[in-house]
Structures are given as structure tokens and as C-alpha cells.
């Protein structure tokens, strides 16, 4: 059975810091590329980042240069890291494989 558990989210203020992690199991991780999506109060499902096989990462327009995703096969987990957050980024974080996605980390920049 496919299992993706995110964690690390929380309250931080205007230009701080995140580190999403996403723990795996069920399958062989290193064999899948990964991504993560969002939704915002009120929105629908946003993509955000994605990382392949051999490790390239691609980001939506609005987080490049701030986010960072990434993927340790020996541990089953993805990250995501978060800098100079801003409220826009305010959103329930999945990390997502195809159909699969966990149950979510919340995220909220606030002052």
C-alpha cells in the first residue's frame, strides 16, 4: 500500500523558513519521481515542484528561486525547502506520486 506522510509545516512570518519532508513507503521510491502540489483557502490543487528519475527539478513561476525540492532514496523521503516565504504561499502542502498523495501539511505565512 502506497504511503506518503508529509510533515514540517507551521506558522511562519513574511521571509522565513520551511522544510517540508515526505515519508514514503509501499513502494520503491527510488524508482518513481515525485512531486509536490498545494491548495490554498478556498482554491483548487496547485502543482509546485517535481523532481525525476535522474534528480531535475522543476518548479511552478512563483516559487522558483525560493523553493528547493529534493529526494533522499536511501532514507524514502522527499523534502521541500521553503525560503523567503511570503502569504501567497499560505496552503495545505501534498507531496503526491501519480494518483497517490498524503494527507497533508499546512502552511500558513502570517505576520
Known amino acids: 500500500e502506497v504511503q506518503l506522510v508529509e510533515s514540517g509545516g507551521g506558522l511562519v512570518q513574511p521571509g522565513g523558513s520551511l522544510r517540508l519532508s515526505c515519508a514514503a513507503s509501499?513502494?520503491?521510491?527510488?524508482?518513481?519521481?515525485m512531486s509536490w502540489v498545494r491548495q490554498a483557502p478556498g482554491k483548487g490543487l496547485e502543482w509546485v515542484a517535481s523532481i525525476n528519475l535522474p534528480g531535475v527539478a522543476t518548479y511552478t513561476e512563483t516559487v522558483k528561486g525560493r523553493f528547493t525540492i529534493s529526494k533522499d532514496n536511501a532514507r524514502n523521503t522527499l523534502y521541500l525547502q521553503m525560503n523567503n516565504l511570503k502569504p501567497e504561499d499560505t496552503a495545505v502542502y501534498y507531496c503526491?506520486?501519480?494518483?497517490?498523495r498524503g494527507q497533508g501539511t499546512q502552511v500558513t505565512v502570517s505576520s
Open positions: 503526491q506520486r501519480g494518483e497517490f
Open positions: 509501499g513502494f520503491t521510491f527510488r524508482s518513481y519521481g
